[in-house]
T-cell receptor
């Protein structure tokens, strides 16, 4: 079975550019989470969706960040405009909402904003 | 104060040693707890859940003390392959959200 798929794996961009990160959750999982990880702050939850509906976006740092989940198999996290302080590893994770709540993480997107 | 706090380490231990990691959580509404493992430049993966009665999985033992809001992970007979960062995780009752500690780095030395 394929795990959580994220693309791109690495992104280098210049300040002010738009960045779009993509995620395909595990089939059958109906919760999806976007995290950001930095050395200073660790792993932080940005937003999570349940059945494609955003439930809690209180972790989204500011209006430059937006996330969508148009269907059960695809989500995007967009940063516009990007800033150097957005440089981090962005992980997408998915889980079921019954039984075990184990979250399965994708390999992450390493973003560098110059 | 962060919701989940861990000693960042690093812990450098020889092969075969026993090592223990501690974690405290501040939100008394936290109901479920986990240890995740993260290898260098990889994604976090679930290592084990933590139950009130304590639980063991091979060389790994997890303990929870709700009164002290304290969680521990014990690794016996450390292997080189145990080298990783160990993340303590709390989950509130009725929520799908996980709150991660910043992790404790372990290096097992030959």
């Amino acid at each position: 079975d394929a795990g959580v798929i994220q693309s791109p794996r690495h992104e280098v961009t210049e300040m002010g550019q738009e960045v779009t990160l993509r995620c395909k959750p595990i089939s059958g999982h109906n919760s999806l989470f976007w995290y950001r990880q930095t050395m200073m702050r660790g792993l932080e939850l940005l937003i999570y969706f349940n059945n494609n509906v955003p439930i809690d976006d209180s972790g989204m740092p500011e209006d430059r960040f937006s996330a969508k989940m148009p269907n059960a198999s695809f989500s995007t996290l967009k940063i516009q405009p990007s800033e150097p302080r957005d440089s981090a590893v962005y992980f997408c994770a998915s889980s079921r909402t019954s039984g075990t709540y184990e979250q399965f993480f994708g390999p992450g997107t390493r973003l560098t904003v110059l | 104060r962060k919701e989940v706090e861990q000693d960042p380490g690093p812990f450098n231990v020889p092969e075969g040693a026993t090592v223990a990691f501690n974690c405290t959580y501040s939100n008394s509404a936290s109901q479920s707890f986990f240890w995740y493992r993260q290898d260098c430049r990889k994604e976090p993966k679930l290592l084990m859940s933590v139950y009130s009665s304590g639980n063991e999985d091979g060389r790994f033992t997890a303990q929870l003390n709700r009164a002290s809001q304290y969680i521990s992970l014990l690794i016996r007979d450390s292997k080189l392959s145990d080298s990783a960062t160990y993340l303590c995780v709390a989950q509130k009752a009725g929520s799908y959200q996980l709150t991660f500690g910043k992790g404790t780095k372990l290096s097992v030395i030959p």
